[in-house]
């Protein structure tokens, strides 16, 4: 063609200041409308930075009155339209006349691409796509953080991610009728911060089509974890029909991830037809609006959604940031480093060190507990003034639930205690106050498949526990899920008096003069022992079902997710009749009746 709308951005506008007169010389614009024109001219000049991103109609746009009930408000939006209208004009002018007459060849053609970028702005489009680039807030520089600061954080937040202003950017570009197409990665969908974008995307728009692509070499050798979509503006009045999901993101690193392109275009060509396709779901849009903070979870059953409208693990339990020292190796020591007498066994008893919680590996119930922090006065007054100024004081030397970051697990946190900013705790607080179901709970497979829905994108966070559904149990199963919660940290506490490096080691493995004999004695002992936490676990996970009142299909899809629990697996007769014999002689930590019959139906 003669003439595209394919243009350069890379021209330059001289200062405001040389231009002023020309747009308010004359004119009765308000201190505001001119701030407005300013604000305008100077994105203009920085078009080479900011590109698409700039936005003028929409700078005007924002000065029309949001109340339409108000008397006046007919003859301001006149005015303002007016104003709009001679401001464009002279934005024009200013663009074309800025040349001046003489100007080379080159300098004209790039006032052409002002004029174009300009025209560009300012229409509304059928259709916008983009694979915009994808930035954090926090890589962004000066220059573009004050930017998108300024356009793009209010008052909806889309200035999480450069990402993010793109697709604002796209939507607004978008005539009523229009549709967006979109590619990019698919944190979006579920982080918290992302909350107003999903909240503009359902309040706005209609998802027409959605695909969870995942982690993937999509383009080639570069691996991303895309999503791609098509929003249709809901000028169209689609707004009340069905959007379309295709999940995909479940084969993300299995031997199946090679084929995701295959079974995206069959979904595709399913939906055309109108077949049936195990990786499309269909629901109203309206129905991601149900769970707090708009998650983009569209595979649950409704009954299952229906469990989001309750309450949630935020009203029963604090969960608390720790201690950063800000100097680790002056107040932190491992518990054999420091002089018996020196460690605190209760509260108040003024010993300088005291148990200190730190994160550490995967390990359930109990145990981890090997640090001790100087907490005398002194230490404690320097500790105040230094790393984060100890935070959530009320919590300390209470008893808790305290987790671990790496592969997410929960166990008991002892009074007289205190915890690292790396070990968080969770406190029982509100009308729920029995912290051994709150712990079973935290450590069930179906409280991590619903944290996994809320934030399938990193580890389990803070936000996403708090977000969780909580229902309370009938006082019959909250006791039994106690019993076997309490069995499962007493048999932890046993084993850890056998670890080197927990502080309640006491006990040999082996005899010195019976090695062999101890060590095999040991060993089926610790076997046993483990044996009986994950059968209390898979009873433990049963009940919890029946309290959320899964549906055999809701069931199966948890299991799907988080995998079965061990404690579920068959075994053989001969190995079933030998450990209900041990089970028989075990009096320390006996088995519940449910794990009995449990055992019988394995």
């Known amino acids: 063609p003669a003439y595209t709308h394919v243009v350069s951005t890379h021209f330059e506008l001289p200062e405001y200041s040389k231009v002023k007169d020309a747009f308010i010389s004359g004119s009765d614009w308000n201190e505001v409308q001119q701030k407005t024109i300013h604000s305008i001219w100077e994105d203009l000049r920085a078009a080479y930075k900011f590109g698409s991103l700039i936005r003028v109609e929409e700078q005007l746009d924002a000065l029309l009155p949001v109340d339409s ?7 301001w939006k006149a005015d303002m339209f007016d104003f709009k209208h001679q401001m464009i004009n002279t934005l024009r002018n200013q663009v074309h006349q800025w040349t001046g007459e003489g100007s080379n060849e080159y300098s004209l053609a790039k006032a052409n691409d002002a004029i174009t970028f300009l025209d560009i702005l300012s229409m509304k489009f059928d259709v916008a796509v983009a694979n915009p680039p994808y930035t954090d807030s926090a890589d962004f520089g000066a220059e573009l953080k004050e930017f998108v600061g300024a356009n793009y954080s209010k008052p909806l937040k889309f200035n999480s991610n450069l990402y993010a202003c793109f697709i604002k950017r796209c939507c607004e570009l978008a005539g009523d009728d229009g549709k967006v197409g979109m590619i990019h990665p698919m944190t979006f969908m579920y982080i918290k911060t992302f909350e107003d974008v999903r909240k503009y995307i359902l309040n706005h728009t209609h998802i027409n089509l959605f695909v969870e692509y ?5 383009f080639g050798s570069v691996m991303v974890d895309p999503a791609f979509y098509v929003l249709e503006k809901d000028g169209g009045g689609t707004k009340n029909n069905d959007s379309l999901f295709i999940s995909l993101d479940q ?7 090679k084929y995701k392109k295959q079974y995206c275009q069959e979904a595709l060509n399913d939906i055309v037809t109108k077949s049936q396709n195990k990786h499309v779901y269909q629901l109203p849009q309206s129905k991601l609006k149900e769970i707090k903070s708009y998650p983009f979870i569209y595979w649950i059953s409704d009954e299952f959604r229906e469990k989001f409208g309750s309450y949630s693990l935020e009203d029963v339990i604090s969960i608390r940031q720790g201690i950063a020292t800000g100097a680790n190796d002056r107040f ?11 460690i605190s066994k209760e509260v108040g008893d003024n010993k300088k060190w005291k148990t200190y919680s730190k994160g550490g ?7 981890n507990l ?19 100024h100890l935070p959530s004081r009320k919590f300390y030397f209470k008893e808790g ?3 671990s970051g790496k592969g997410t697990s929960f166990r008991e946190f002892p009074k007289n205690s205190l915890f690292d900013v790396g070990g968080s705790c969770v406190f029982v607080e509100g009308e729920y106050d029995n912290r051994y179901y709150i712990l079973a709970f935290l450590n069930s497979k179906l409280c991590f498949y619903i944290a996994n829905c809320l934030n399938p994108t990193v580890n389990v966070q803070v936000g996403d526990l708090k977000r969780v559904p909580f229902i309370k149990p009938s006082k019959e199963l909250e006791t039994k899920i106690e019993y076997l919660t309490k069995n499962n940290v007493d048999i932890k506490r046993e084993l850890c008096k056998y ?9 040999l493995i082996f005899e010195k003069d019976f090695v062999y004999n101890s060590l095999s004695s040991y060993y089926d002992y610790e076997n046993a022992l483990e044996t009986l936490i994950l059968l209390n676990e898979a009873v433990i996970n049963k009940m919890i079902f029946d309290i959320y009142a899964l549906s055999t299909h809701d069931r199966q899809m948890v299991l799907d997710k988080e995998d079965i629990p061990v404690g579920y697996y068959r075994i053989s007769s001969q190995a079933k009749a030998a450990y209900k014999e041990w089970l028989s002689t075990n009096m320390e930590f006996p088995a519940s009746p449910e794990v009995l019959k449990h055992i019988d139906s394995l």
Request: no cysteine; aromatic share 16%; hydrophobic share 30%.
């Open 69 to 75: 009930t108000d008397m006046f408000a007919n003859q």
């Open 214 to 218: 995942g982690l993937s070499n999509l």
């Open 251 to 257: 084969y993300t690193r299995t031997p199946q991830e």
């Open 332 to 342: 932190l020591r491992f518990w054999w480093e420091v002089e018996p007498n020196n």
């Open 361 to 367: 590996p995967y390990k359930k119930w109990s145990g």
């Open 370 to 388: 090997w640090l001790k922090i100087a907490f005398d006065q002194e230490n404690e007054s320097i500790l105040e003034k230094q790393g984060n």
């Open 401 to 403: 639930i305290t987790y």
């Open 499 to 507: 670890s080197l490096i927990e502080e309640s080691y006491g006990k």
